[in-house]
């Protein structure tokens, strides 16, 4: 199993910035088998959103239309993937969520229990 634990949301203003990290812990050979991490977010009344995505290396990343040039994701050799928001906006007010696979593709199994990020005008 793998627990993710996410950590550095909060309230800041209209064109702030704030890095969200996740920690992810459990058995060595879980965590090592990681292949992706990925953050969602989803704000009251709307359905989730994806918000970006890395591979287990590093070199590869994605982002959702609505967060591309302002966010950027990254991850540490330490198990740790961090999620740089910059020049935030209100509509990026939501729950934010770390996600991980032991697969390639499809659905994420692991999730964390979020972290909140609001920004006001």
């Known amino acids: 199993q793998v627990q993710l634990v996410e950590s550095g949301g909060g309230l800041v203003q209209a064109g702030g910035s704030l890095r969200l990290s996740c920690a992810a812990s459990?058995?060595?050979?879980?965590?090592?088998?990681?292949?992706?991490w990925g953050w969602f977010r989803q704000a009251p009344g709307k359905e989730r959103e994806y918000v970006a995505k890395?591979?287990?290396?590093?070199?590869?990343t994605d982002y959702g239309d609505s967060v591309k040039g302002r966010f950027t994701i990254s991850r540490d050799n330490e198990n740790t993937v961090y999620l740089q928001m910059t020049s935030l906006k209100p509509v990026d007010t939501a729950l934010y969520y770390c996600?991980?696979?032991?697969?390639?593709?499809?659905?994420?199994?692991?999730w964390g229990q979020g972290t909140q990020v609001t920004v006001s005008s």
């Open positions: 459990g058995s060595t050979l879980s965590t090592l088998s990681i292949l992706r």
């Open positions: 996600v991980a696979s032991r697969r390639t593709s499809g659905p994420y199994e692991y």
């Open positions: 890395i591979t287990w290396s590093g070199v590869y």
